[in-house]
């Protein structure tokens, strides 16, 4: 599943790179991605009539020690729309098994 925003973003020339640099470092999507959308979900929106029940969002586990980058069955290097000129693409490897099918939504 590709949500249309993910999209955009990871194929604008001033957000690819540091895009793609979430691809193997989940630490680093960690730490980033909650203030980056904090910061996104307030554009044009009056902050003093929101109430904040952020407490109510659990922590994210962390993924085990031995999780690694993958793609999914039937998904390989060729598949990536390459779009950070400055960097290749990480080169991860994929899951055995038929294509992974994801229902229509």
């Known amino acids: 599943m590709r949500l249309q925003s993910d999209h ?3 194929r604008d020339s001033r957000t690819a ?3 793609q640099s979430f691809t ?4 680093k999507f960690a730490e980033t991605f909650p203030d980056v959308m ?3 979900a307030l554009l ?3 902050q003093s009539t929101l109430i904040d029940c952020s407490e ?8 085990p020690a031995s999780s690694r980058p993958h793609f999914p069955a039937g998904k390989t290097h060729a598949d990536i729309e390459q779009a950070c000129a ?3 693409f990480p080169t991860f490897p ?10 229509p939504v």
């Open 94 to 103: 994929t899951d055995p098994g038929p294509a992974t099918k994801v229902a």
């Open 86 to 88: 400055d960097t290749p």
């Open 44 to 46: 044009g929106v009056d």
């Open 38 to 40: 904090g910061r996104l």
């Open 24 to 27: 193997n470092d989940q630490e």
């Open 56 to 63: 109510v969002i659990p922590i994210a586990p962390p993924l």
């Open 17 to 19: 790179c540091e895009w």
């Open 8 to 10: 955009l973003l990871a």
